[in-house]
């Protein structure tokens, strides 16, 4: 397996400290001559890595005063990069884990088997899982796998709670992109049960399409998020 980069390592490992409270909210991170140093690297390479931090809203630079830790609480999902559902919650500060509706092979539904290539009916993996915030159901996902991509995907515990990291760890899948569509939605009674709230509320719909590193579809899911965990993106001026 390649070495990450060395921004991505300082980038990883800032990130863990935000996370884990060792850089508080507010707090000013070193300076960048003190991150070169500590780090052995370039100050170009540190500004690599505060460039993929501040873009993803977990620090903000204040020109002349330096870096700080984002002082921002608000609950939800950055769509920035293609990560797992926990990574996206932890960059919030939230904790994220799976209750697991089913796990099992199954026929592929249609909308799956187009994104597959396939035939409807074709073997498949599926996994429904309620994601929770803070012990709090948010969304319930409802994700299909190539049955080839990823044979005993529910035969074993998933890596880390993560499909992402299972898929990447246990069978070698490398993550290149994937394509998204969101939409309003109201919740039928089976998923508002699972989400334990009343049926016909509003959701948000979301699509995905995951794509491997040799183009091939790895994954297909839909899910629907309580409107009190909201998607949160940067949008960066041209």
């Not at 370039?42 to 505060?50: C, D, G, K, P």
């Not at 994700?143 to 898929?167: F, G, I, K, Q």
């Not at 790895?218 to 009190?228: I, K, M, N, R």
Request: net charge negative.
């Amino acid at each position: 397996m390649p070495r990450a980069p060395r921004y991505q390592v300082i980038y990883d490992d800032l990130v863990s400290q935000i996370r884990t409270g060792a850089l508080g909210r507010a707090e000013r991170l070193p300076g960048e001559t003190d991150l070169a140093k500590q780090y052995a690297v370039s100050r170009m390479t540190v500004r690599q890595a505060l460039d993929l931090l501040e873009s993803e809203g977990l620090v903000v630079r204040l020109q002349g005063n330096g870096t700080f830790v984002s002082d921002h609480t608000e609950r939800g999902r950055r769509l920035n990069r293609l990560r797992s559902f926990a990574d996206e919650i932890a960059d919030t500060g939230g904790t994220a884990s799976s209750r697991t509706v089913a796990c099992g092979t199954a026929p592929a539904p249609p909308e799956a088997a187009a994104a597959f290539g396939g035939a409807e009916g074709d073997t498949a993996n599926r996994l429904t899982r309620v994601r929770l915030i803070g012990g709090a159901p948010a969304a319930l996902q409802d994700a299909w796998v190539p049955y080839a991509v990823a044979p005993s995907l529910c035969r074993e515990p998933l890596v880390d709670d993560s499909l992402y990291r299972t898929l990447t760890q246990r069978f070698g899948v490398q993550l290149r992109h994937a394509d998204q569509s969101m939409a309003a939605a109201l919740l039928d009674a089976e998923q508002a049960d699972l989400l334990g709230v009343p049926p016909g509320g509003p959701v948000l719909e979301v699509r995905r399409t995951t794509y491997g590193e040799r183009g091939e579809v790895v994954e297909f899911t839909t899910s629907w998020t309580l409107p009190d965990f909201p998607f949160l993106m940067r949008i960066d001026a041209e």
